[in-house]
């Protein structure tokens, strides 16, 4: 008998190493899959765009004409966008964490508003459009300008924000604010001094994510009505901008061959922007990684 059961447990043992095996090998065809999806579409963009990365190509707007189309009203129309989406994005994002996780009772109400922002996180960008072509273009008459486009980005990742950066303040551990109680230290001091020091990496980690997506996006930009060609750069907050995914969406979708090399350099313009953007943020994250 207890042969038998030994038996029975070595081919229990036997089929679960099997099914080991197989599922490694599935997961290692998906990664070598998607690696060489993401080589060859890299290698195509940098082939057909490196060549079109000019002087000229930074200072001259856009065209018609594919030897004369230039990025620079696209990226600093984004640079502008990303200056109103960022602090908005982050205050409200973060505050808003703080609150419900520190402040906020448990009771089912709260619980709804949590359930509902992270169901939010999964919604379309275009509904975000519509959203923000209807309260801030036509209900405050802001129009397509950097400050409409603006609101609308940080209300399509502030619920990625608020998530993240609740993941981030729950994940500090409950002694570290008792001690910090114990020497005395109001709650509002303990959030300040202890919570969020602590909780940062993990809140600039879905910051990062949620910025990288309201740099790509174009869905909203295109509901609002932001141009896609304009012979002139930002002034104010309420002046008439175009971005670089409008650009890059563009020069897509025309015809002329030519125009399919200039929107692989206008792609690589916006990775260097969103590489740039990233390191900064990783940087900072590191940083307090060390010190906390």
């Known amino acids: 008998m207890k042969y038998v059961n030994q038996e029975s447990v070595l081919k229990k043992m036997n089929s679960r190493l099997n099914v080991?095996?197989?599922?490694?090998?599935?997961?290692?065809?998906?990664?070598?899959?998607?690696?060489?999806?993401?080589?060859?579409?890299?290698?195509?963009i940098i082939t057909q765009g490196v060549g079109y990365i000019t002087p000229e190509f930074f200072q001259n707007y856009g065209s018609r004409f594919p030897a004369k189309a230039g990025i620079k009203a696209a990226l600093i129309g984004s640079i502008w966008l990303m200056c109103v989406v960022a602090p908005i994005s982050l205050i409200l994002g973060v505050g808003t964490a703080i609150y419900l996780e520190e402040y906020a009772k448990k009771n089912k109400l709260n619980d709804f508003i949590r359930m509902n922002i992270s169901?939010?996180?999964?919604?379309?960008s275009v509904v975000f459009g519509l959203l923000g072509l209807t309260i801030f273009v036509r209900a405050l008459a802001l129009g397509n300008s950097v400050l409409a486009a603006g609101f609308t980005m940080s209300l399509l990742i502030l619920p990625v924000i608020i998530v993240g950066s609740q993941e981030a303040i729950r994940a500090v551990p409950q002694d570290?604010?008792?001690?910090s109680y114990g020497m005395g230290a109001t709650k509002w001091q303990t959030i300040v001094k202890v919570v969020l020091p602590s909780a940062i990496p993990g809140i600039l980690t879905g910051a990062i994510l949620a910025l990288s997506r309201a740099v790509g996006e174009t869905a909203p930009l295109v509901v609002i009505g932001v141009p896609v060609i304009?012979?002139?750069?930002?002034e104010n907050l309420l002046s008439q901008f175009t971005a670089l995914p409008m650009q890059i969406y563009d020069w897509a979708k025309r015809p002329q061959a030519e125009f399919q090399y200039v929107a692989s350099a206008g792609i690589l313009v916006l990775m260097a922007f969103l590489l740039i953007m990233n390191s900064i943020a990783i940087f900072i994250r590191n940083k307090f990684q060390k010190r906390y």
């Open 119 to 124: 169901n939010l996180a999964g919604v379309p």
């Open 176 to 179: 570290v604010r008792e001690a």
């Open 20 to 44: 080991n095996r197989v599922f490694k090998v599935i997961f290692l065809f998906a990664t070598l899959f998607a690696l060489v999806a993401l080589g060859i579409l890299f290698y195509r």
């Open 230 to 234: 304009i012979q002139f750069l930002p």
